[in-house]
């Protein structure tokens, strides 16, 4: 196993204005967008558009601040 490396690191990419609630995990290479809203407890595995409220496991869409 210490011989295997760590491999390719990706970044996570969080825009401004984003509310982040407690116990979220964020995985590598997702994108959260401009003014969008993370629920408590979330796994946010694919990217969260501009705005949008995500929640759940895996974090799916509710809805818009818009």
């Known amino acids: 196993m ?3 490396g760590n491999g390719a690191t ?3 990419t969080i825009c401004s ?3 982040v609630g407690a116990r ?3 995985l590598p ?9 993370i629920g408590a407890g979330a796994v946010v ?3 969260v558009p501009d705005y949008a409220i ?7 869409i509710i809805g818009y601040r818009k």
């Open 17 to 19: 204005d984003v509310w």
């Open 29 to 37: 290479g997702v994108t959260i967008g401009k003014g969008a809203i």
């Open 54 to 60: 995500v929640g759940g496991v895996p974090a799916k």
């Open 2 to 4: 210490r011989l295997q």
């Open 24 to 26: 979220v995990i964020i």
């Open 10 to 12: 990706k970044q996570v």
């Open 45 to 47: 595995a694919k990217d």
